[in-house]
């Protein structure tokens, strides 16, 4: 199984990201789909979930508003579009794959995980 996350950068307060995962060797629509996020000198936090079919989504509250998650099963990949980005949404960005039904569950419960892609954003 693989899971490629692409698409941070550095981007100035108040901009966009569209982060993408890309997933391989796992029947995709069989899973619920999360992102987590974790920056220096901090816990891996959960940021946002979305159900397999996708017609359900989780977020945590410090992005509730500005981010939205969403997925393509025809083309095995989620994306995490993220705007009115702000300093403290800096961190390393990792998708993850979980097996179980999307909900607000914790980062050792999903199955698989991608490699990450760094987020910063300047003030």
């Known amino acids: 199984v693989q899971l490629q996350a692409s698409g941070g950068g550095l981007v100035q307060a108040g901009g966009s990201l569209r982060l993408s995962c890309a997933a391989s060797?796992?029947?995709?629509?069989?899973?619920?789909m999360g992102w987590f996020r974790q920056a220096p000198g901090k816990e891996r936090e959960f940021v946002a979930a979305i159900s397999r079919g996708g017609g359900t989504t989780y977020y945590a509250d410090s992005v509730k508003g500005r981010f939205t998650m969403s997925r393509d099963n025809a083309k095995n990949t989620v994306y995490l579009q993220m705007n009115s980005l702000k300093p403290e949404d800096t961190a390393v960005y990792y998708c993850a794959a979980d097996r179980s039904a999307a909900g607000y569950r914790p980062a050792y419960e999903y199955d698989y995980w991608g490699q990450g892609t760094q987020v910063t954003v300047s003030s």
């Open positions: 060797g796992l029947t995709f629509n069989s899973y619920a």
